[in-house]
């Protein structure tokens, strides 16, 4: 079957840290860019971060860039974002979700294996 399996979410107090992994399940990641979304119930959900399988490329909306790092282990199938300084506008529901093109792209379009997700709650 495949799937993508998000883990590593949980409550941290603003200033935490955590990192969220993103592994994939019965397929590699092949030439394709794999992204992080990450939606707020009740808003539109928005691309935090992205990187390239081909070149390992990354991309990062402002609001978290310096904070956030996105990293692919192409040997364990998994991509991982470590968040640092956390602040209570962090906190939602994230998704990783794998692109049909090598670039990164926080459109949804090119789109294909989504997630289902791991909640981020920053609060003290």
């Known amino acids: 079957e495949v799937q993508l399996v998000e883990s590593g979410g949980g409550l941290v107090q603003p200033g935490g840290s955590l990192t969220l992994s993103c592994a994939a399940a019965g397929f590699s990641f092949d030439d394709n860019a794999i992204v992080w979304f990450r939606q707020v119930p009740g808003k539109e959900r928005e691309g935090v971060s992205c990187?390239?399988?081909?070149?390992?490329?990354?991309y990062y909306r402002d609001s978290v860039k310096g904070r956030f790092t996105i990293s692919i282990d192409n040997a364990k199938k998994t991509v991982y974002l470590q968040m640092n300084s956390l602040n209570p506008g962090d906190t939602a529901d994230y998704y990783c979700a794998t692109s049909i093109l090598p670039q990164c792209t926080f459109d949804d379009y090119p789109m294909d294996y989504w997630g289902k997700g791991t909640r981020v709650t920053v609060s003290s």
């Open positions: 990187i390239s399988s081909r070149d390992g490329s990354t």
